[in-house]
């Protein structure tokens, strides 16, 4: 099993910046892949970032390139998502989420989740 742990959301204006931090624990090995969805009331979680233990590579949606960064440090079993130039449209929930086998934006093929953080960004 896996544990995730979101922390770092909050408020935050228009232009800001924002740093998530998702802790692992459990049987993490370096063929998953961690990533963070979001989810904005109304709406459906969607797919924001995603990095591979094992190689490093990330992978970005659109909406946030060249904004978020998603870093992971491997000893710790910690997952990171900077957020810069905060906009009010990326006000949402943010979960993190992490996989054995799976490595793409789908969010209904990760196994496992955490409870989530508020971001909220002001106009």
């Known amino acids: 099993q896996v544990q995730l742990v979101e922390s770092g959301g909050g408020l935050v204006q228009a232009g800001g910046s924002l740093r998530l931090s998702c802790a692992a624990s459990g049987r993490i090995f370096s063929r998953y892949t961690m990533g963070w969805f979001r989810q904005a009331p109304g709406k459906d979680r969607e797919f924001v970032a995603a990095?591979?233990?094992?190689?490093?590579?990330?992978y970005y949606a659109d909406s946030v390139k060249g904004r978020f960064t998603i870093s992971g440090d491997n000893a710790k079993n910690m997952v990171y998502l900077q957020m810069n130039s905060l906009k009010p449209e990326d006000t949402a929930v943010y979960y993190c989420?992490?996989?054995?086998?799976?490595?793409?934006?789908?969010?209904?093929?990760?196994?496992?989740w955490g409870r989530g953080t508020q971001v909220t960004v002001s106009s």
């Open positions: 989420a992490a996989d054995p086998e799976y490595s793409g934006r789908n969010y209904y093929e990760y196994d496992y």
């Open positions: 990095i591979r233990w094992s190689g490093g590579n990330t």
